[in-house]
């Protein structure tokens, strides 16, 4: 499903230039649940940033379903990121005065093709996290963790095929965290792909594949016996 290859990331400025990532090689498989350690700085962020195809790397390749996404332009990248992508960020990253609803709406809006049929996907994203009794209410009515669902429902609106989470439980308490990881779990086994960057060893236990990074570049790779 994915594919980089020889992935360079430096970021530069007047006097200095740092490399954040350093010849990335890393396939991923339709279906996997791939989790990404590593200390602060190591590039876990700028990693799961290019995945998701909001930045782009400064050098080499990254196929996905065999389209060269390095080749396309801005207008087609958002495209394809509304199409095939959900993403999930350890701050919620949700509209305060904006319902519940009206915030997973958000995950569908620019998907011409499912213009009729939103409010049923609304509904199904907010059952399946199970906050569909909390549709109207505000995100400020809401725990962290009811928060962090109803970013999961944005993201998943729309049937992504790639989920990509960045420390999504990283701002909850360890039995809310736990809630988040068995929903992202049940969306694995129904057929997402998942990353997700983490801290936690436990939490990585989880995952299909562990890789843990150092230095913009990846570590090895741990692969759960099934
Ligand atoms: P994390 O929680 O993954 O450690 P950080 O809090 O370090 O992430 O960074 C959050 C975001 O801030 C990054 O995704 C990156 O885009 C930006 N960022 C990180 N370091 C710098 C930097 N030195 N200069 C500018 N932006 C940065
Ligand atoms: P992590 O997510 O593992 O904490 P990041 O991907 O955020 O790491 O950052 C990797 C490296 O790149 C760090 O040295 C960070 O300071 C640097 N960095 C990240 N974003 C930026 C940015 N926008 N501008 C400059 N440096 C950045």
């Known amino acids: 499903m994915i594919e980089l290859k020889n992935i360079t990331r430096l970021y530069r400025s007047v006097e200095v230039s740092t490399a954040a990532l350093r010849s990335i090689d890393l396939t991923i498989a339709k279906g996997e649940f791939l989790a990404i350690m590593g200390p602060s700085g190591c590039g876990k962020s700028t990693l799961l940033n290019i995945l998701g195809a909001i930045d782009r790397p400064t050098t080499g390749s990254y196929h996905y379903d065999g389209l060269e996404l390095t080749r396309l332009n801005e207008a087609n990248l958002a495209e394809f990121r509304a199409r095939h992508l959900g993403f999930v960020f350890q701050s919620f990253n949700l509209v305060d005065d ?7 709406e958000l995950g569908v809006l620019y998907r011409k093709d499912l213009k009729g049929q939103r409010s049923n996907l609304v509904e199904a994203a907010l059952d399946r996290v199970g906050l569909a009794h909390r549709a109207r209410h505000f995100p400020n009515q809401l725990s962290g963790g009811q928060q962090q669902r109803v970013a999961i429902a944005r993201a998943i609106a729309g049937s992504p095929d790639l989920i990509l989470a960045d420390e999504p439980t990283g701002n909850l308490d360890s039995e809310n ?5 068995s929903i992202l779990k049940g969306l694995n086994a129904a057929g997402s792909t998942i990353v997700m960057v983490t801290h936690s060893r436990a939490q990585a236990d989880q995952a299909s594949r562990q890789i843990d990074m150092l230095d913009g570049r990846l570590l090895l790779s741990v692969t759960r016996a099934v």
């Not at 904006?98 to 997973?104: A, D, I, P, R, S």
């Not at 965290?177 to 990881?181: D, E, S, T």
Request: hydrophobic share 50%; glycine share 8%; aromatic share 0%.
């Open 98 to 104: 904006l319902t519940v609803q009206e915030n997973v």
């Open 177 to 181: 965290g736990a809630q988040i990881m």
